[in-house]
């Protein structure tokens, strides 16, 4: 018996000549095109044809087409496919050598089934615009893989259902027109590789990946960069429904452009105020090789994610632009850990080249794990710019910093702000800037630890160079333990080089506690031109379980700076290693507790020029206070100012001290009782 084998259609061809010379050979799987089906027109400089082919006859359904080029003399061995029209056809494998303009497939509002199994191209939107062609493909179903060798450039590519895998040689480039140079899918895109830039341009969603729900991997060999339009130059997700990031590789820079959000990897926009849609993103990871820099732009240059951050790290700088909240890394609630490998500078813009949490619609309530910066954080001209956390809803539980904290000229800026703040290393100084709160370590209720190896250097703004709990009439709160290498030295602004609690705000009732646990200075305790500056304070209820200073308290020209002042709170154990010094500004180097458990001088005490300074007074308002403990290497001297160099309590205890007391000229001074 003869077995009947299955019938087969042999692969129909046709075969065409470009303009160059070149033999291009399109070859389908089922159905046969003719010159009527593929068309021919040429490039505007006439060097190339641009070739057009129609599969969307019934007899080309799930056809897979091949377009081959035999180079001739004078040829580039490439061809020009402006458009490939399948609708409603799906189609198979599409296999181009050369460029491809367009290509639409699928039938439906969405599409059903396979729109296109595969897609390998050389590049795509290099040549085929300038012979009128538009540049938009629409793939209506799920796509497979997507492979452009080279370039992919001013293309318009949408899926209005998922795809696979995409995978571009080159980079993707934006245009002048909205929309071009642009990947939307609307439902989840498995992964996305461009070994180039991604590049935004001119016009709004240029050199964009979007997608309507979850995006998992992203690798960039080169850069993002920001375009002039608004929201150009972006890796975005969860444009339809809350979505995940599952991880964003950028070899190189993330650079923000002129354009509103643009140079952004995350969430399209961070105003919550219209609703949820397009902002519940979640961005378990994104590992930058270079720096993410703000640009002009709103927003642009940024990291975000609008749920929570899993894991950031950035090898290089987090810079701030003039753009407001431009070169951030910021999340809506939580935000896992950031590493930065080079420093952050704060920008012109509010909020730029700063790490937040609290942006979503709880505003203003976050989490930041860890925070790890191998340079320097710097603030600039911008308010809270080189900001690390946002506002008074924020837990953060550690911070590393390898160089200085230092404000700029920005309100806030090169500061720390949160509800709570725990674990903090600064590895070289505390700087303040000439604005208030610049170069501050700040928290509203707790701070764990504070270390610095270097010096404390209060600025020309008030709170400036401080490290400080400001507190409202809510809660109680305390700072455990603060540790300074070098020395704490005040400045112009009123409480700069300051550690301190401070009430804000009325809210009735009773005033919380405020605790400060032990302080440690390696070297000395100095006070400047600005009130309160270069001291210890805490005006409020609350005590100070101890304090080192291993050189001496030295007062300034502000009044009570280069001191001690708990005025309704116990002082533990005050040890100073040096001397106890006023100097002109009234109450300045002085120590001052409603009681003291003891207080140790190795050197002397020496008066000022003005009312208390380089004085110890323990007592309060409404009552005389207790030394129990009182030991003083040298001399007791007293001053001109009124009171300088005195010891004022109602009882002390056990009193040492090894030199002289000498009255100076003020009245009082130079006295102990």
């Known amino acids: 018996m003869i077995e009947i084998l299955e019938s087969r259609i042999a692969p129909a061809s046709l075969v065409l000549t470009d303009v160059?010379?070149?033999?291009?050979?399109?070859?389908?799987?089922?159905?046969?095109?003719?010159?009527?089906?593929?068309?021919?027109?040429?490039?505007?400089?006439?060097?190339?044809?641009?070739?057009?082919?129609?599969?969307?006859?019934?007899?080309?359904?799930?056809?897979?087409?091949?377009?081959?080029?035999?180079?001739?003399?004078?040829?580039?061995?490439?061809?020009?496919?402006?458009?490939?029209?399948?609708?409603?056809?799906?189609?198979?494998?599409?296999?181009?050598?050369?460029?491809?303009?367009?290509?639409?497939?699928?039938?439906?509002?969405?599409?059903?089934?396979?729109?296109?199994?595969?897609?390998?191209?050389?590049?795509?939107?290099?040549?085929?615009?300038?012979?009128?062609?538009?540049?938009?493909?629409?793939?209506?179903?799920?796509?497979?893989?997507?492979?452009?060798?080279?370039?992919?450039?001013?293309?318009?590519?949408?899926?209005?259902?998922?795809?696979?895998?995409?995978?571009?040689?080159?980079?993707?480039?934006?245009?002048?027109?909205?929309?071009?140079?642009?990947?939307?899918?609307?439902?989840?895109?498995?992964?996305?590789?461009?070994?180039?830039?991604?590049?935004?341009?001119?016009?709004?969603?240029?050199?964009?990946?979007?997608?309507?729900?979850?995006?998992?991997?992203?690798?960039?060999?080169?850069?993002?960069?920001?375009?002039?339009?608004?929201?150009?130059?972006?890796?975005?997700?969860?444009?339809?429904?809350?979505?995940?990031?599952?991880?964003?590789?950028?070899?190189?820079?993330?650079?923000?452009?002129?354009?509103?959000?643009?140079?952004?990897?995350?969430?399209?926009?961070?105003?919550?105020?219209?609703?949820?849609?397009?902002?519940?993103?979640?961005?378990?990871?994104?590992?930058?090789?270079?720096?993410?820099?703000?640009?002009?732009?709103?927003?642009?240059?940024?990291?975000?994610?609008?749920?929570?951050?899993?894991?950031?790290?950035?090898?290089?700088?987090?810079?701030?632009?003039?753009?407001?909240?431009?070169?951030?890394?910021?999340?809506?609630?939580?935000?896992?850990?950031?590493?930065?490998?080079?420093?952050?500078?704060?920008?012109?813009?509010?909020?730029?080249?700063?790490?937040?949490?609290?942006?979503?619609?709880?505003?203003?309530?976050?989490?930041?794990?860890?925070?790890?910066?191998?340079?320097?954080?710097?603030?600039?001209?911008?308010?809270?710019?080189?900001?690390?956390?946002e506002g008074d809803g924020i837990e953060i539980g550690g911070v590393t910093i390898g160089g200085d904290l230092a404000g700029g000229s920005g309100m806030g800026s090169g500061s720390f702000s949160s509800a709570n703040l725990g674990k903090v290393v600064i590895k070289k100084d505390l700087r303040g800037g000439a604005a208030d709160y610049s170069g501050s370590v700040l928290a509203r209720f707790t701070i764990d630890s504070v270390a610095i190896g270097g010096s404390i250097f209060g600025g020309a703004g008030g709170a400036s160079g401080s490290i400080s709990i400001t507190s409202t009439n809510i809660a109680p709160g305390k700072m455990n333990k603060i540790t300074v290498g070098g020395s704490v030295i005040g400045g112009g602004g009123f409480h700069s080089g300051s550690i301190f609690d401070i009430i804000y705000g009325g809210g009735g009732g009773s005033s919380p506690r405020l605790d400060i646990g032990s302080i440690s200075i390696g070297k000395d305790l100095v006070g400047g031109n600005g009130p309160n500056s270069g001291e210890i304070d805490n005006p409020g209820l609350g005590d100070l379980n101890s304090l080192t200073v291993k050189g001496s308290v030295i007062g300034g020209s502000g009044a009570a700076s280069g001191g001690v002042s708990l005025r309704s709170g116990i002082a533990g154990i005050v040890t100073i290693g040096g001397s106890l010094i006023g100097r002109s500004g009234a109450s300045s180097g002085g120590l001052f507790a409603a009681h003291f458990d003891s207080i140790t001088i190795g050197g002397s005490l020496l008066g000022g020029e003005s009312l208390q300074a380089g004085s110890i007074f323990a007592g309060s308002m409404v009552a005389d206070g207790v030394i129990d403990v009182l030991k003083i290497g040298g001399d007791v001297r007293g001053s001109t100012g009124e009171l300088s160099g005195s010891i004022s309590a109602g009882n002390i205890g056990l009193k040492l001290i090894g030199g002289a007391i000498i009255r100076g000229t003020g009245t009082n001074s130079g006295k102990v009782s």
Do not use: C, W
């Not at 004078?74 to 181009?96: R, S």
């Not at 949820?276 to 975000?304: C, F, H, N, Y």
């Open 20 to 389: 160059d010379g070149d033999k291009v050979t399109f070859t389908t799987s089922s159905g046969a095109l003719d010159n009527t089906l593929v068309t021919k027109t040429t490039t505007l400089d006439g060097a190339h044809t641009v070739f057009a082919v129609d599969m969307s006859l019934g007899v080309f359904a799930d056809s897979n087409l091949t377009v081959a080029v035999k180079k001739g003399s004078g040829g580039d061995g490439k061809a020009i496919v402006g458009h490939i029209e399948a609708e409603p056809n799906l189609l198979g494998t599409v296999k181009i050598t050369g460029d491809l303009g367009s290509v639409d497939s699928g039938f439906g509002t969405f599409g059903t089934g396979v729109a296109l199994k595969s897609l390998t191209v050389d590049s795509m939107g290099r040549y085929a615009g300038s012979a009128g062609y538009v540049l938009k493909s629409t793939l209506r179903g799920d796509v497979g893989s997507f492979v452009v060798k080279g370039d992919v450039s001013r293309v318009n590519l949408y899926f209005p259902r998922g795809v696979d895998s995409i995978s571009i040689g080159g980079s993707l480039i934006g245009g002048s027109a909205d929309g071009e140079g642009s990947i939307s899918v609307r439902e989840s895109l498995g992964k996305i590789a461009i070994k180039g830039d991604v590049r935004g341009g001119g016009g709004k969603y240029t050199g964009d990946v979007v997608t309507g729900d979850n995006l998992g991997t992203v690798s960039i060999g080169g850069s993002i960069y920001g375009g002039l339009g608004d929201f150009s130059g972006a890796i975005v997700a969860g444009q339809q429904h809350a979505a995940t990031i599952a991880k964003v590789k950028v070899a190189g820079s993330v650079i923000g452009g002129a354009g509103e959000s643009s140079g952004v990897i995350g969430n399209r926009t961070l105003d919550v105020s219209g609703g949820t849609t397009g902002l519940s993103v979640t961005l378990l990871r994104a590992i930058i090789g270079g720096d993410v820099v703000g640009g002009t732009g709103v927003e642009s240059g940024r990291i975000s994610g609008l749920v929570e951050i899993g894991k950031v790290k950035i090898k290089g700088d987090l810079v701030g632009g003039k753009g407001d909240r431009s070169g951030i890394v910021g999340a809506g609630a939580e935000l896992a850990g950031v590493a930065i490998g080079g420093a952050i500078q704060g920008g012109v813009g509010i909020n730029s080249g700063a790490i937040l949490a609290g942006l979503g619609e709880a505003a203003g309530v976050g989490t930041i794990t860890q925070v790890t910066v191998g340079g320097s954080v710097i603030g600039g001209a911008g308010d809270h710019s080189g900001l690390i956390g």
